[in-house]
């Protein structure tokens, strides 16, 4: 949950999605899911020229399987909160009996 | 074009009739309004009115060749070939040849059964033989006459009325208030008796036919043909004396319920109305013919448009109902209970009950939202700064979020809800394999919150690892990086619970009314807090033996070169006991040149900036270490002081130190308080001479350095540390000593002065400041060098 919790702190915030196919897209996240399923709103896609087909698109669903990489805004990414997070959620994992 | 003068038009062409029944039909609701203008003259039919004039569209011409198809002449029989030749007379006076033909065929062709084709052939011709001898085809035409008998049992369609505007229902309505009030009184005479003396029970619709209205027989009909036809019979002939009145818009539109007495007509609309309140049930059946009788013509209207209407909704749930029982109750329940967690972990809901779990589950966004929901003055406030933010509003502010949140009553509503629907599924132990009998596999499922398991490694005993990990321990060298990464990391897991544990602190135990169950729980904290304050001071390895021969850093230093070991610094301090505090600031004072921020804070000869690594390394000690040790020093008495400074000049290498940012600030940091302290006056002389004999000795070391000390270049303007250590020391210096730091520095301050004349303004002015802190600090001002 640590990932779909720190997403969620990233809404309203413009991110660039970085897709599988090797398209990125660059848009305001407007929500996510536990799946990190990805809303974005009024998105530009990087090197229009080469994806034409997507230059009328303004808002994009985009599954989370699809996602190689999420391009953050460093200054809304909070990194001592977030190493505090990842210690929790390792503890938990670790306390969790397999 | 037509080929025998029919309209070839299909009939999805031509579509519904307006006149014939069925949903196309519009019904006019003020089609009794203009009954009731001619009340008086509605007991006959008129074929005017009732013929559709279809026959007026059929396209006659293009039959120009008929003659030529079908053998007639002109002047030929006509008489005999019409428009309504007769095919089947005609073929049958050649069926003789063509039976002969068949049987023929069927001999050449050596069938069996010869005869049977030939008995077939026979009867087929039964019932016809008449049409044989028919030589003459009479004419068909319809005789007009014929429909000059009014024959209200073979309705003729209603034609299609114009829907009347709203002057004319207007006019209408105005013209049968005239007309009614007479008529009106005829009818109530003549139905009176039938009323009072049957009433409308069902066994007797119209008990006296005679006397019922004659405008209602022909309508009866319209609606239910089988019932009406038995009725001409009883139509008066006086009727036909009324059969071509040109003046009758519309017959068969029923009569007029409004010329009714109202007590009747009332009662007549409430039977129409009962289906009505029925509808909704679906189980309202539709009344028999016999109770239809009973209906005035409005009440049935209504009815029957109620009915049409529950006609449509029980096709529409028909439709719909194709798919019902295809999922048990027990399958709604799943699909609801998983929607409900979906909404929970959408949400992000807190739930209420137990905040800790969310905090667990959840912890960077719950977190985050309390520390940046606030106002946030400047968004580069250093991270100390910022981990105090997030420490101190963690507990109170999650308390605030609980009272505010009525916003979302609904959704609070919701979780209640789901709650119970949740924890049930959470009781449940989860058989996370599905096998099934006689199969080879397993099925394993998984959820996002525990996704299914690729590899299913088997992870060694708890105590094993443990163990293990202990004996390899004292085998890897302690200062290797794993190991001192390792030993942050045990800091940070001490320190977030006894971070978890500080935000449960019960409530203060006030005064004498406090209850002892609160003391005692107050009580059960302090002793929690100490045990894993003990925790965390075992983790910091302060207290590990000082090795001074050892070529390896004691841990606790080692720690602080990581920059995740200085981060921790601030935090740890605030959990630390004033003890604690000095002694933390000893270890670090006693390494002071061992110090990674000391020993690469050094510029390196022929190096005009320090690498960026190192800066950055700097920068975050400054940032985040500095400040807690200056927490500590600035409300330090005058021995600690001294303490410390006896500790520097025996045991570091001061000179060295004196080069870096780091070891610069310390010194500046203890001399400054010890200024303070003597300005407001809190120490004895003979402490005081203590400290002029440790100051003398630190001037004197520091003496043969001092023009060294200022970082690489002029322009950096990064200089100003130095002047605060300057400055720090000329305050405490004797003039003699002032004397000799001028002439130390001299040339770096006329530099700076010369240098500052050819920058902007603002910049000059921030390094001429920055030269006067030391200036002022002996009695000068930049000024009297200008």
Redesign the interface.
Known sequence: ??F???F??LVDHEVTVELKNDIQIRGTLKSV???LNIKLDDIQVLEELKYPHLSSVKNVFIRGSVVRYVHLPA?SV????????T???A??QAA?P? | MSFFGFDTTLPKDRGHPLAAPGFGQVQDPFAHLSQGANNEHDDAIDFDDTYDGLGDHLDEAGDDFNDDTFGGGPGANRQTVGKDFDFFGRTAEVSDAIEEEQLRYSRAHDLKGTSLGRNQVAPARTGYEKYQALEHVSDLQVDQNLWGEPEPQYQQPVPARKMMSLDEVEALMKSQKKHAIPVNQQQVVSREPTRTTSGYSSDTPYPDRSTAPLSQIPSQGMYNQHVSVELPATLPIGSQSHQHHPQHPAIFQGPDHQALPPGLASSQRSIAQQPSSHRMSGQQMPLNPQQMLQISEAGREEFLKEEAKRAKRNHKIMLLSKDNGLMTPQDKNFITRMQLQQLM??S?SANDQDPDATL??????????M??GGPRTN?QQP?SH??QT?LFQTGSRHNNRKANRGADNHLQRMEQQVQRAVEAAKAKPKNKQLVIEGSLGKISFGN???PK?LLNIK?PDHAETVSRSRGAHKEINTNSRRAILKDI?SI??SL?KIEDEARKEPPLPTGAASEPGIVEQHMAWRSGMQALNEKLWSALKVLEPIDPTSSVPHPFIAMLSFS?GK?VIPRVFRHMSSEQRVTILTMIVIHLDVLDVVRLGQLQPGETHLPTASREAIDLFSAAVTPSLFGYVSEAPLYNIMGLLGLILDRVHVQASAKTRIGLSILTMLTSRAILIRETGATDDGEWQQWTQLYNRLFDVLEPVLSQIFPGSFNSGEDVYVWQFLAAMGSGASPEQQQRLVIAVKDRVMETVTQSKTLPPDMAAQRLGNVNLFMRAIGLDVELLG
Do not use: N
């Not at chain 1, 909070?78 to 997070?85: I, K, S």
């Not at chain 2, 667990?360 to 977190?367: A, H, L, P, T």
């Open positions: 949950m640590l779909f919790s720190f969620k702190t899911d536990q799946f200054a909070d990194t001592a909160l977030l190493e505090d997070a210690r929790r959620e503890a938990s969790k397999r | 972990a959408a992000g667990s589950e959840d912890f960077y966004y719950q977190v985050h939202r520390i940046r968004p991270l910022f981990a997030y996002s919150k525990t398991p992870r990391e940070y897991s977030m995740k981060k």
